[in-house]
């Protein structure tokens, strides 16, 4: 869904010491078997408000798939904070059926079909982390004598679950650049950026014009209430930043700072040719990915 993503990871990594070591990325080393957990915590605002927190809980088993390793995911927990409430939705987290995403050199990191609206914010974030590091992008190209890469080819996606998000799509370009290495770990950043020309098929004229800094790049309509929708459209932009395992390729730790600038018409009806309201919004999200222990 509404992807996006910086707390600065380098405590670990001195200058000195990146400097002195050219380390490139390497590809995801996994063994058959190989169980592990995540840990999703992701702060949303809207309009610089604080509107809620959550904290997830995902389980990966490697196996085998199609010729190669895959990591074989289910999601065990979910927990909602409000500024009103608190809620467990473990049950919710529970009926994600298991999907693969591989960070191996042949690797693929797709969506699952999204079923499960109130997981699909998890979902695409989980995914997102692993998008940012993985062999289509090109992140195993980068080394201290090569620290970045730009991708010129423009991303779109579909996060649609045709439940909540009735419609929703994006665009972005891509830039990665290798902040740190040792031994032990490398620090990259992945930009996912608003490219400088109109990429959309628009939903409606409105959303084609140019209103921000950058041409719009996210367009989503929202169930209602009483069979209208609400129609946002705008420009999105997210950073991930991650430290990586140099000797397995792993994610450690992660985190993604997602922010959307938005026009929201309020109460439109389906065909969106009226509205009782158009207003601005604001979202800003700070999502942490945080690798758990072994299972054994």
């Known amino acids: 869904m509404i992807r996006i993503r910086f707390l600065v990871l380098f405590f670990s990594l001195s200058l000195t010491s990146s400097l002195s070591?050219?380390?490139a990325i390497k590809y995801r080393k996994y063994k058959e078997g190989e169980k592990f957990r995540y840990r999703l915590?992701?702060?949303?605002?809207?309009?610089?408000?604080f509107a809620s927190k959550t904290v997830s809980l995902s389980e990966h088993t490697v196996i085998k798939d199609s010729g190669y390793l895959s990591e074989q995911v289910i999601w065990l927990s979910k927990r909602l904070f409000t500024p009103k409430d608190t809620a467990n939705l473990d049950s919710t987290a529970l009926q994600v059926q298991p999907y693969?995403?591989?960070l191996s050199r042949?690797?693929?990191?797709?969506?699952?079909?999204?079923?499960?609206?109130?997981m699909v914010g998890e979902i695409t974030d989980l995914n997102t982390f692993y998008v940012a590091i993985a062999p289509a992008l090109n992140?195993?190209?980068?080394?201290?004598?090569?620290?970045?890469?730009?991708?010129?080819?423009?991303r779109r996606g579909n996060f649609a679950d045709s439940i909540n998000i009735l419609y929703g799509t994006d665009c972005i370009q891509v830039t990665q650049r290798l902040i740190s290495s040792n031994r032990q770990y490398s620090i990259v950043e992945t930009q996912f950026l608003?490219?400088?020309?109109?990429?959309?098929?628009?939903?409606?004229?409105?959303?084609?014009?140019?209103?921000?800094?950058?041409?719009?790049?996210f367009q989503m309509i929202r169930a209602g209430a009483n069979g209208k929708v609400n129609l946002f459209w705008g420009v999105e932009q997210f950073?991930?930043?991650?430290?990586?395992?140099?000797?397995t390729g792993q994610i450690i730790e992660a985190e993604m700072i997602n922010l959307l600038t938005l026009r929201m018409r309020y109460n439109a009806?389906?065909?969106?040719?009226?509205?009782?309201?158009?207003?601005?919004?604001?979202?800003?999200?700070?999502?942490?990915?945080?690798?758990?222990?072994l299972i054994q």
């Open 269 to 293: 009806t389906p065909d969106l040719k009226s509205y009782d309201a158009e207003l601005p919004v604001t979202i800003r999200r700070v999502v942490r990915l945080e690798l758990l222990h």
């Open 21 to 23: 070591f050219s380390q």
């Open 194 to 217: 608003p490219p400088t020309s109109a990429c959309l098929e628009p939903l409606i004229d409105t959303i084609g014009k140019r209103i921000f800094d950058y041409p719009n790049n």
């Open 139 to 154: 992140a195993q190209k980068l080394s201290l004598k090569n620290n970045i890469f730009q991708n010129k080819e423009i």
């Open 100 to 102: 693969k995403i591989s």
């Open 239 to 247: 950073t991930i930043s991650s430290k990586i395992d140099n000797k």
């Open 41 to 49: 915590i992701t702060e949303a605002y809207n309009n610089e408000q």
């Open 106 to 118: 042949k690797g693929k990191v797709l969506l699952p079909k999204l079923t499960v609206p109130d």
